[in-house]
């Protein structure tokens, strides 16, 4: 995948869709290419946090640790981004991300987020709009949960 090809996707994830062309091929370039075999984990719970995925292609799981092993929470595909809350919130990270199939990420250093939202403040508000849609889901997912064990 070439720099442009990139700057396309980059234009697709909401947080960086109003940011103008330069400076998404500036943060692809920047950017480390990371690719991910099939069952293996972009980041485990737990562990600390130092930046965040854009995916690029494939499909990823959010696994989450429980006491009877690990349920599949969300689903993350092309557009998607993950790992924002271990940057934004200096907490280890709150899910474990595995390929479900080969994957190829973007992977964006907590430095170079921070200057992007210092930047782009407009960033800083579509990262909590995709929060809270986050937010919304689980609570959604708690209810019907609560609904069925009730």
């Given at each position: 995948m070439n720099l442009n090809e990139e700057v396309e996707i980059l234009k697709g994830v909401p947080i960086f869709a109003k940011i103008e062309p330069a400076r998404l091929k500036l943060l692809a370039f920047t950017g480390e290419r990371m690719?991910?075999?099939?069952?293996?984990?972009?980041?485990?719970?737990?562990?600390?946090?130092?930046?965040?995925?854009?995916?690029?292609?494939?499909v990823a799981d959010v696994l989450i640790d429980t006491?009877?092993?690990?349920?599949?929470?969300?689903?993350?595909?092309?557009?998607?981004?993950?790992?924002?809350?271990?940057?934004?919130?200096?907490?280890?990270?709150?899910?474990?991300?595995k390929a479900r199939e080969p994957l190829a990420t973007l992977k964006i250093s907590k430095d170079m987020f921070y200057r992007l939202v210092a930047e782009f403040p407009q960033m800083a508000i579509?990262?909590?709009?995709?929060?809270?849609?986050?937010v919304e889901d689980t609570n959604q997912k708690l209810r019907i949960a609560t609904a069925k064990a009730a």
């Open positions: 690719n991910f075999a099939e069952g293996q984990e972009l980041c485990h719970q737990g562990e600390p946090g130092d930046a965040m995925y854009v995916i690029l292609g494939g006491p009877t092993g690990q349920i599949r929470v969300a689903e993350l595909k092309k557009n998607g981004f993950v790992g924002e809350i271990a940057i934004l919130c200096d907490v280890p990270r709150t899910a474990t991300v579509e990262m909590m709009r995709e929060l809270a849609h986050r």
